[in-house]
Nanobody
Framework: QVQLVESGGGLVQAGGSLRLSCAAS????????MGWFRQSPGKLREFVSTISRSGRSTRYADSVKGRFTISRDNAKNTVYLQMNSLIPEDTAVYYC??????????????????WGQGTQVTVSS
């Protein structure tokens, strides 16, 4: 069992930045690829970014590429999402997730076994 707790969400103006953190506990963190997803009211949960177990491989949704950066610190059992140049369309609840089956992480929610409770990000125009 892995427990995930997100933090760092909040209200920010368009063009601003936020850094989300996801702290993991319960199992060996480096055994999991990690992902960030987001969900807005009335929409499906969508892929944002994923990072491999080692941190050497990352992927991003086209909508955030060049603006968001995912990273992890296996010594601290934490994955981060640095979000820059935020736009109102980034407004959503952001979730981190853990996947033990793949090395590099997937882009669909179903492959992830563990999820955090989410943190709200609101970008005002």
């Amino acid at each position: 069992q892995v427990q995930l707790v997100e933090s760092g969400g909040g209200l920010v103006q368009a063009g601003g930045s936020l850094r989300l953190s996801c702290a993991a506990s319960g199992r060996t963190f480096s055994n999991y690829a990690m992902g960030w997803f987001r969900q807005s009211p009335g929409k499906l949960r969508e892929f944002v970014s994923t990072i491999s177990r080692s941190g050497r491989s990352t992927r991003y949704a086209d909508s955030v590429k060049g603006r968001f950066t995912i990273s992890r610190d296996n010594a601290k059992n934490t994955v981060y999402l640095q979000m820059n140049s935020l736009i109102p369309e980034d407004t959503a609840v952001y979730y981190c997730a853990a996947d033990s089956d793949s090395v590099n992480g997937g882009t669909v929610p179903i492959v992830y076994e563990y999820w955090g409770q989410g943190t709200q990000v609101t970008v005002s125009s």
